[in-house]
């Protein structure tokens, strides 16, 4: 990127939930020049690979196979390559690419601002990860220790597909799901929170668009030194302070959360709910699926790839 150029983003995909929203943030930004392709062509290979070609910056927001297709478009162009953000799942686990996670650890920004190639992480794991990973550097949750994570999502965390049926009224108001234990994020999960066994994830999806939950209950006598909400409570405090779009906030006194207080935004609310005498915790993330857990996200990172000041946020709140 030449100097005093404003960096330049195609966004493969901008047509689906994820790259709308992503484009919607972008709009918001004088500092970044957003560069598209006519509809006709928005799959065809020949134009991608022109405007790759162009630009500083690919966001890829495409299912995993056309995902692979454009990364590997985009690394075959050399010299005239992009750096490339992937929203999917094809390469969170891929030894070649960043997690864009930047809370992850304290050096995860720097690594994501001088990567070439960042996968932007699944939703779900977004708070699954964000709640265990610091329990686990400090040793108060062990790595093999059996966890499992509960969690909810609006309907657009399906993409098109599943918003298309829910405004149809064919799906169901609730169902649980994954039931199979073979869910996509599960292995993103077990690997950044830093867990050896792994955990078992029960997602769910609700009839509304957007907002998630996840909650991972513990029992605090099982955990060495037989901690207490409020230690736990207490190291993620310390472990996200000043970080912009962490919050650790003391769990409601009622005993209630619902999922979609965070909708535009790319905050993520973390707190502990417990009994200290039962010796029981209910760890909870809060956020929107498609703004820290996806499109959100994306544009935190493409402002760290880019050295540039982004703003996040949705331009309406959902
Ligand atoms: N929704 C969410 O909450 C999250 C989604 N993601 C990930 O982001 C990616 C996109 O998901 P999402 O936005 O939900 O999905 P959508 O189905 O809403 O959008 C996908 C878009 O990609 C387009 N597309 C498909 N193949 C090609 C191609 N070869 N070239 C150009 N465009 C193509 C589709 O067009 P058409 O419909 O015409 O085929 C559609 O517009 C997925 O990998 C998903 O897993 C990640 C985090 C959260
Ligand atoms: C409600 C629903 O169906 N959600 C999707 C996850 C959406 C998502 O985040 O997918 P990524 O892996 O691309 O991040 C699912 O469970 O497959």
């Given amino acids: 990127m030449a100097q005093g150029t404003i960096p330049s983003v195609f966004i493969d995909g901008e047509a689906g939930t994820t790259g709308l929203q992503i484009r919607d943030r972008l709009a918001r930004n004088s500092a970044v020049g957003l560069r598209s392709l006519p509809d006709a062509d ?24 056309a995902s692979k297709e454009s990364a590997a478009m985009a ?20 030894p070649d690419w960043v997690y864009g996670l930047p809370e992850l650890t304290p050096d995860q920004a720097a690594l994501i601002a001088a990567a070439p190639r960042v996968s932007n992480p699944g939703c779900y794991p977004t708070g699954a990860i ?4 610091p329990l686990v550097d400090a040793g108060i949750l062990p790595a093999d220790h059996p966890i499992s994570v509960n969690a909810i999502s609006g309907y657009t965390g399906g993409g098109k597909a599943m918003v298309a049926e829910y405004e149809a009224g064919t799906a169901p108001e609730f169902e649980l799901y994954g039931l199979g234990l073979g869910h996509k994020h599960v292995p993103e999960l077990q690997a950044y929170a830093g867990l050896t066994r792994r955990p078992i994830f029960v997602p769910s999806v609700g009839d509304y668009a957007q907002g998630m939950l996840d909650s991972i209950p513990l029992h605090l006598d099982l955990l060495p030194g037989s901690p207490s909400p409020a230690d736990l409570h207490a190291i993620l405090a310390e472990r996200y302070r000043g970080m912009e779009f962490v919050r650790v906030i003391e769990a409601p006194a009622s005993g209630k959360i619902e999922p979609q207080a965070l909708n535009g935004t ?43 000041e982004v703003e996040t946020a949705l331009s309406v709140a959902a």
């Fill in 75 to 94: 690394a075959s162009l050399g010299a005239d390559a992009p750096k490339v953000l992937d929203a999917s799942t094809a390469f969170r686990v891929h």
């Fill in 130 to 133: 964000l709640l265990l990973r």
């Fill in 266 to 308: 790319n905050m993520i609310e973390l707190m502990v709910f417990g009994h200290p005498v039962q010796r029981q915790a209910v760890l909870v993330a809060r956020f929107d699926n498609l703004g820290k857990g996806a499109s959100g996200a994306a544009v935190q990172c493409l402002g760290l790839m880019l050295g540039i």
């Fill in 42 to 65: 928005r799959k065809n290979p020949e134009a991608k690979r022109a405007l790759m070609a162009e630009v500083d910056l690919v966001v890829l927001c495409l299912p995993d196979a």
